[in-house]
């Protein structure tokens, strides 16, 4: 299968884009929108100011007649001048037959003047406009006729530049930016400050993982800095510290194999270095030292074997595991059978009771060697005419095994070493028996593999049980 490498983003980039997007971009919306709305409110209190004087000069020309007469009205004039000033503006008025009767500008009079605007004003709908581009506003309004109520004689065209406010705007807009600006260089030394505070307590951190994967194992990892990367630094240490203790039970495990495969070789070299000494010795001792030569090589095959064993049955293992429906009373039976003539050379009692029939899922070639060292084990630390007792029971959801003997007992200091590889209360006397203090690693791995779980309950000098307890499936 192809794997696919997923790339990791930087926590300085997150770190940036988000600074980015919190501070900077709002910022600058802000700064466009408050222009723009600046430049409105202008625009829109100017029109009124426009409308306002709009509808004192109409209603002045309106009083004095000014469309009616011919005659010019300097005063009305002067006024529509400073008006049209005032708004660096123009003001023009335009009479029922559309021509200009008057242009501040001067420019005009005697034109006729038919826009839509003035025409629609005409049927009384004055009208503003503004225009964007060229900035200015455009104001038509309505000049009633003096004697008849709501006739409309004339209509007024205020054109009003609109480039001083926003020229205001936009120096206000300047301001804005000249802020933006400032606030930016702030975020920046912000994300670089953040970024130190953040940031390189985690990379204290990435460069002491580093030093210790490079060779500096005892190295303590720990950067305090945040509560945080104290947590991350006393995972990684824990982690550290059980690897530690991993490899150095693996390297204890290593000598003991070393010093237990040399003790059988070492009694083998001492037999033959004195027979060869021997000048002439008797046909008897030669035998007697091959005898006991054959015993030594037996024992180191045994001590092969179980470490073989020991080897298969380890927990990372579990692949191998052949699971079948096996009959555990019919194991059982088959166990005791095979080890009847051990304890009866010893005159002990072997019995075998079933409180319920068992069929289980279990790997009947392991199991059958887990369960054997343990009656095995309860014949070799028994007495003379002493008993061993196996018994079986299930629940709906386990089997039980008890393997209970009247044997020598185990000291309760030594109850949780026993299941350790090579461990031996009493190390003549399991020599003696042949035992290479494997048995019950052996057994304590298997019942794991099936996922199951062993006690030991024992009385110096009275006896011990062993109890197995597994489930019935099997748990992959
Ligand atoms: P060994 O090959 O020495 O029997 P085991 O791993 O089977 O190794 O057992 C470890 C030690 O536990 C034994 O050396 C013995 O001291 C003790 N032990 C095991 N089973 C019993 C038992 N039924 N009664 C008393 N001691 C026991």
């Known amino acids: 299968m192809k794997m696919r490498k997923k790339r990791a983003v930087s926590m300085r980039t ?7 997007v919190i501070g900077v971009v709002p910022m600058f919306i802000q700064g466009r929108l408050m222009v723009t709305t600046l430049k409105q409110n202008q625009i829109e209190s100017m029109t009124l100011e426009i409308q306002n004087q709009c509808l004192i000069l109409s209603n002045r020309l309106t009083q004095a007649g000014y469309l009616a007469d011919d005659v010019t009205d300097t005063i009305l004039d002067s006024q529509m001048d400073v008006v049209s000033d005032m708004f660096s503006g123009r003001i023009v008025i335009v009479d029922r037959d559309y021509r200009i009767i008057r242009d501040t500008f001067g420019l005009a009079e005697g034109k006729y003047h038919v826009s839509e605007e003035v025409v629609r004003c005409f049927s009384g709908e004055s009208s503003n406009k ?15 006729a003096l004697e008849s109520q709501g006739k409309i004689d004339g209509v007024m065209v205020v054109t009003a530049s609109t480039e001083g406010i926003l020229s205001l705007a936009d120096m206000v807009g300047e301001k804005i930016v000249l802020f933006e600006v400032m606030s930016l260089i702030i975020i920046v030394m912000g994300i ?24 500096n194992v005892e190295e303590e990892i720990m950067v305090d800095t945040y509560k945080e990367t104290k947590e991350m630094s006393t995972a990684v240490s824990q982690a550290f510290t059980k690897l530690r203790e991993m490899d150095n039970s693996r390297q204890e495990f290593v000598s003991n194999v070393s010093h237990e495969l040399k003790t059988p070789i070492t009694s083998i070299r001492v037999l033959a270095d004195s027979l060869m000494a021997m000048e002439d010795a008797p046909v008897e001792l030669y035998r007697e030292f091959m005898n006991d030569i054959s015993d030594e090589i037996d024992r180191e095959s045994k001590i092969i074997d ?25 194991l059982l039976e088959l166990i005791l059978k095979r080890l009847r003539p051990i304890a009866q050379k010893r005159n002990i009692e072997l019995t075998l009771e079933r409180v319920r029939d068992v069929v289980a899922d279990a790997d009947e070639v392991k199991l059958s060697l887990g369960l054997s060292n343990l009656v095995e084990n309860a014949i070799k ?17 386990f089997f039980f095994i008890k393997v209970a003997d009247s044997g020598i007992g185990i000291p309760e200091e030594f109850q949780t070493r026993i299941f350790e590889r090579f461990y031996r209360v009493d190390k003549a006397r399991s020599r003696e028996t042949g ?14 593999m099936h996922r199951g779980t062993i006690r030991v309950q024992s009385v110096e000098g009275e006896g011990t049980v062993f109890s197995v307890r597994i489930p019935l ?3 992959p």
């Not at 900035?135 to 309004?141: A, P």
């Not at 670089?192 to 060779?215: D, I, M």
């Not at 073989?308 to 079948?324: G, R, W, Y």
């Not at 630390?381 to 959801?397: C, M």
């Open 14 to 20: 997150v770190l940036v884009i988000m600074l980015f």
């Open 306 to 330: 179980d470490l073989l064993s020991l080897v298969k049955m380890d927990k990372s293992a579990a692949e191998t595991m052949n699971i079948t429906q096996v009959d555990i009373y019919g």
């Open 381 to 397: 630390y028994n007495r003379e005419d002493g008993w061993v007792r196996v018994t079986l029971d299930a629940d709906h959801k």
């Open 130 to 144: 503004y225009n964007k581009e060229k900035h200015y506003l455009i104001q038509t309004f309505p000049i009633y």
């Open 192 to 215: 670089l400050a953040a970024e130190r505070l953040y940031l390189k307590p985690l990379r204290r951190f990435q460069q002491a993982l580093k030093r210790t994967a490079g060779g």
């Open 435 to 448: 035992g290479t203090g494997l048995g019950l690693a052996i057994t304590k791995n298997v019942i794991e």
């Open 473 to 475: 499936t099997y748990i």
